[in-house]
């Protein structure tokens, strides 16, 4: 005759224990039981990101930034602060991505900067910056021209702020390329519209005394 299961957690029919509920993990494992950890790096490299997405994802960052400022600064500090782990990783996974023979890190400020200005930009923006210049008045600073920021692009910046440079968060992921090749630096965001590029901004690098020294000692050598 046909006999009904027990449901979980009742009696067991002559054993007198309840049936053990099998353990649910918090995780949910696709079918193939592979995660996004598994996947190759290689896969994603072509792939690109719906810019409606980075707009609504990009505007939900300011505005957790946003909270407990103090002013223009102390929310710029924190989108720098955002972008700069971005950077860190970004440069292990552009350097992976690299040709074998060709995978190094920058040893120089002007192989980093080319680097920075041709792979990081196009990896990011899908296209190279507007230009690279030295300061004619201190030879510790560079600037990375921008000419329309898509970072700048979706968000609307009120009056009262109109100071604000929300390319402070591409700011920091330049900051952490530099940290993570060991060429400390300073980078700032600056806006400095003209009347063809009203959204152009200039990306100040300012690197720590140690780095000129050595880049001085190298040069020697």
């Keep these: 005759m046909f006999q009904q299961p027990q449901q979980q957690g009742s009696q067991g029919a002559g054993s007198g224990g309840a049936v053990q509920r099998p353990s649910v993990s918090g995780l949910r494992y696709p079918s193939n039981r592979k995660t996004i950890y598994d996947r ?96 004619k008045d201190n030879e510790d600073e560079y600037m990375i021209s921008d000419n329309e920021p898509m970072v700048n692009q979706y968000i609307s910046v009120p009056k009262e702020m109109s100071q604000l440079n929300c390319a402070a968060f591409v700011a920091g992921i330049v900051e952490g390329v530099c940290d993570g090749t060991a060429f400390m630096a300073r980078v700032t965001a600056h806006s400095v519209g003209t009347d063809m590029w009203p959204a152009k901004t200039v990306f100040l690098i300012k690197f720590l005394p140690e780095v000129m020294e050595r880049e001085a000692f190298l040069l020697k050598s």
């Design 40 to 135: 190759n790096l290689n896969r994603s490299k072509t792939t690109e990101l719906s810019r409606a997405s980075f707009a609504y994802l990009f505007g939900e960052m300011i505005s957790y930034a946003q909270r407990r400022v103090t002013g223009i600064q102390d929310l710029e500090k924190r989108l720098n602060n955002q972008g700069y782990p971005i950077g860190l990783r970004l440069l292990d996974l552009l350097l992976y991505r690299e040709p074998a023979r060709t995978t190094q890190r920058p040893t120089a400020i002007l192989a980093l900067l080319q680097f920075i200005t041709t792979t990081v930009w196009r990896h990011l923006f899908g296209r190279q910056a507007d230009a690279l210049e030295r300061s």
